[in-house]
């Protein structure tokens, strides 16, 4: 029973979405010519694997770089922890599309196109790695007092108090927001267009200049990147329902 | 064990929580440490321990004076078994990858030579049946107990228990105490903070009473509860035991 009120609660919401978006675009009396675009699926099919490819580069990378920084904040030489807090609020304060340029025309330009791709998805992983950073460190402050004394009564060393208590604690706490950030990443990895890498929306904008189908280009854009978004969304609810049992 | 302690003090910003503490035991199997809330037992247990430096003065346990860079308090405190009042297990670990961890990763035993020694421990705590379950499953008298397996595990030569009763409900305290009781009929050595009087008095062989940093009295337990010599261990008995 209560299943199906869900079901239907939300059959109900998705139509009323539907026939407000449906009304909208009757208003607008467009000129629907799926056709025209459908015949450069190609393009867009190479676009979304590039996405696809940029996001699977990014995801590891990025929360290697949070890994890092995160530690790094909690190193016991001073210089150190404010480095990484530097980079961390500099990435953090200036737009992902202002630091793009920066590093490319800094390091990108001279690389041969092959690379491009994956400077890219580095540019984008120093960027990204900076939140996860602080979603770590969240993580990782979170972690009693009392446990650590613990590990130290035990005899462990400060490496494997890290190994053994910290870290699967803190990678716990953290995968919620972390789940979360895999999503802007994937969504963030949009703007890597503006470095000319053939990406999920360059692909539909250069098509769009040839067909001037907006419409019918933007729209399977959007559906493409909710395909890889929506099930991280779904995930990341389960996991908060879960940690919010154990705790 | 034989425990002294030379001139020793330590204060947390103004507040001296020990104040120059001069005290030899002498050899004794079980010490209990008594006295108001705030009056350094706590921190002196912790500073034996190993985990809390002293400001000045010395620890002597059993003819060697302890320490105090990390590598050599590091190697003071895996010999001992403390066990905390809040139990202080590992949330993440099942009961019996809380006592598996330390065995394997600080004594470098065998992973099987760890798990078959901590199922043994289990056992002998009566919980057997819970070696899979996380602390947040376990109520406090078994965390506690599971705290105690985890710390007797290693084989310490000294036991060091901080107040481990007082998050407890009496029947939860009752199942811990016989724990520690039967801890000390097996001879084993521990040092006991604790507010139980009553299990303080039948416990331990030696009672301390510790108020403002000091140790303002010591002796044989039966005598320091008949006849407390001190006027501020008078009251303090007297408070205590009033109701």
Known sequence: ?247 | MHLSLDNLSKSFGENRVIDGVTVDFGELRSLALIGPSGGGKSTLLRIIAGLEPADSGSITLDGHQLGTDEDSLRQHRLQLGVVFQAYNLFPHLTALANITLPLEKVHGLAPDAAEQLAREMLGRFALADHAHKKPAELSGGQKQRVAIARAIAIKPRLLLFDEPTSALDPEMTAEVLDVIEELKNEGRDFLLVTHEMGFARHVADHVAFLAKGRIIEHGPAKELFANPQSRECRDFLARILRH
Not at chain 1, 102 to 107: E, L
């Open chain 1, 1 to 247: 029973m209560k299943t199906w009120t869900r079901i239907a609660s939300f059959l109900v919401a998705l139509a009323a979405l539907s026939g407000i978006c449906a009304g909208a675009f009757a208003l607008l009396d467009y000129q629907w010519q799926w056709r025209q675009a459908a015949s450069y699926w190609r393009v867009l099919w190479d676009g979304w694997l590039t996405t696809v490819g940029i996001s699977a580069l990014a995801l590891p990378l990025s929360c290697l770089v949070g890994l890092i920084f995160a530690t790094v904040r909690r190193s016991p030489w001073m210089p150190l922890r404010d480095m990484a807090r530097i980079y961390v609020e500099l990435t953090r304060g200036t737009p992902l599309l202002v630091q793009l340029f920066i590093y490319w025309y800094a390091f990108g330009q001279k690389l041969s196109t092959d690379y491009r791709l994956l400077a890219g998805a580095l540019i984008l992983s120093l960027f990204e790695g900076a939140y996860i950073s602080e979603i770590f460190r969240a993580g990782i402050e979170g972690i009693s007092a009392s446990q650590l004394e613990t590990a130290r009564a035990l005899g462990f060393t400060r490496g494997q108090t890290y190994r053994y208590v910290i870290f699967p604690q803190a990678l716990r706490q953290s995968l919620p927001p972390l789940a979360g950030q895999f999503a802007s990443i994937i969504k963030d990895s949009s703007l890597l267009s503006v470095l000319g890498i053939a990406e999920f929306s360059l692909a539909a904008s250069q098509v769009n200049a040839v067909t001037y189908t907006t419409f019918e280009l933007y729209l399977p854009i959007a559906f493409g990147y909710l395909i890889l978004t929506l099930p991280i969304s779904l995930w990341t609810q389960h996991l908060e329902k879960r940690s919010r049992f154990e705790t």
